[in-house]
């Protein structure tokens, strides 16, 4: 028999698994996430640094969250140098804070100076002041001066996404000069696309695509061929509004400048996709309440960022409560008013949703505001009737028919159609009122449309039934 472990027979078969280590539904494969655990088990370090270090940042990244706490700790310190730090930038921040957490300020300054600049500072603004600073004291001067500067702009600000590594000449300089310069010159980022012109006080003045100098002769001057950057991003913008910008004009990269107009780093479309995946999920996770929640938060934490909105909406519901308390009398007479309620606010609530949900994306992408606000406004009142009449005659037809009442089908057919109404206005005018008024609206809408459509929809259904018993 042979001695051979299944583990063995795993790693050994390793190259007949081919290269991709993801599955038909995008997961990591299970067999890789084994041979993973037993390498660690088995401190096999040739079989992580030929299979695990050669992977790309992105797969690494993947890997690290599909694998146990205590696993992601042993691989970084099996692979020590030879881990990809980049990685950490592809990971939820609580799984990133947990391996530089015990990882030595050392390796990671030793690792720091290998990144990109926008790496390096997507890895250290979440550190410590005291681990930050310890690791930007190893760092060779020039370096440690761009980073401490882009980590000195707000959080989620352009200044913080961009690439401190650039491209840039003087516009009296030809393109032969220039040419040979970027042939030259080590120092220069590994890839880009553009080059920029400035003066001497580093005040941006124009710029080249690259297609450009290598179509132009060697003896023309750069001031010649040079364009204006007619969208250069203020270091202080926000990355949500950079990325616009980008969107808009269909950019691959943009100068970012300081507050004098000189040139201080350059935004790439790589970061932008970041960006844009980033403020989506955020404004996916702020309707529902969830705040900055991420699948590797731990309980507690989790739990902390549900409850406040929870307890608004608890706050809410009372007073919905508090409608239908008005009408005990009309509810103990006639008992399918009980029964039918919660279609009239839930199918309100549905409605109110699906506007709430277009508005807010709308004004996070800047595609509404004081201009076409009060058309926009029309049209949801439009689709509020008429959705309105639509469902209300449904539920009519089918309540006469359940409860053998034409009155009962009458009641919650116009009680559908003033609450489908209530929901599209108040999933438009909710979220547009609030951020006239400076708030969020991705966080507060949903709790003040579920209330508009509950106490509407209630109001509306039991008002018209106890008149129908008045008279």
């Not at 702009?153 to 970027?182: C, H, K, L, N």
């Not at 006639?334 to 199918?347: N, R, S």
Request: a negative charge; glycine letters at 6%; aromatic letters at 6%.
């Amino acid at each position: 028999m042979s001695d051979i472990g299944e583990d063995d027979r795993l790693r050994t078969n390793t190259d007949e698994a081919g290269d991709d280590i993801y599955s038909e539904d995008g997961s990591i494969r299970a067999d890789f996430l084994a041979m993973v655990g037993a390498a660690i088990a088995d401190r096999d370090v040739l079989f992580l640094r030929s299979h695990v270090a050669r992977l790309h940042e992105s797969e690494l990244g993947d890997l690290l969250e599909a694998i146990l706490p205590e696993q992601r700790q042993a691989l970084v310190r099996l692979l020590g140098k030879d881990f990809d730090l980049t990685a950490l930038t592809e990971v939820d921040e609580a799984i990133r804070l947990e391996i530089v957490d015990q990882m030595p300020n050392e390796q990671i300054a030793a690792a720091i100076g290998d990144l990109d600049s926008d790496d390096a500072v997507y890895i250290l603004e979440d550190l410590d002041h005291e681990d930050r600073e310890e690791i930007l004291a190893q760092l060779p001067f020039t370096e440690r001066v761009r980073l401490r500067r882009a980590l000195d702009y707000p959080e989620q600000s352009a200044g913080r996404r961009m690439q401190t590594e650039f491209v840039a000449v003087p516009p009296f300089w030809t393109v032969g000069q220039t040419i040979d310069y970027m042939r030259d010159e080590e120092d220069l980022p590994e890839s880009f696309t553009q080059i920029f012109v400035i003066d001497p006080t580093f005040k941006l003045l124009g710029v080249i695509d690259l297609d450009r100098i290598l179509r132009t002769k060697r003896q023309i001057k750069i001031e010649t061929i040079m364009r204006e950057t007619n969208h250069p991003i203020p270091a202080d913008m926000d990355q949500e509004e950079a990325a616009q910008i980008f969107e808009q004009y269909d950019l691959l990269s943009a100068a970012v400048v300081d507050e004098n107009g000189r040139l201080v780093g350059v935004l790439t479309i790589d970061d932008v996709v970041d960006v844009i995946q980033e403020e989506a999920e955020e404004d996916i996770m702020r309707l529902s309440g969830v705040g900055d929640e991420e699948l590797s938060d731990s309980v507690t934490d989790t739990s902390r960022s549900r409850v406040p909105w929870l307890l608004v909406n608890l706050f809410t519901a009372f007073i919905s409560a508090s409608v239908i308390s008005l009408f005990e009398a009309t509810i103990e007479q006639v008992v399918a008013l009980a029964i039918l309620m919660p279609i009239v606010a839930g199918m309100g609530g549905n409605a109110g949703s699906q506007t709430m949900t277009v508005t807010v994306r709308a004004l996070a992408t800047r595609n509404l505001d004081i201009h076409n606000a009060w058309r926009v406004a029309r049209r949801e009142a439009g689709v509020g009737l008429i959705n309105g009449i639509v469902i209300g005659c449904l539920v009519g037809i089918v309540a006469g028919l359940w409860f053998h009442n034409v009155h009962i089908g009458g009641l919650i057919a116009t009680a559908m159609l003033i609450n489908m109404f209530a929901a599209a206005m108040a999933g438009i005018m909710i979220p547009l009122v609030l951020d006239r008024a400076g708030a969020d609206p991705a966080v507060s809408s949903a709790v003040f449309v579920t209330a508009v459509t509950d106490t509407t929809g209630f109001f509306s259904f039991l008002g018209l039934a106890t008149l129908w018993l008045l008279n």
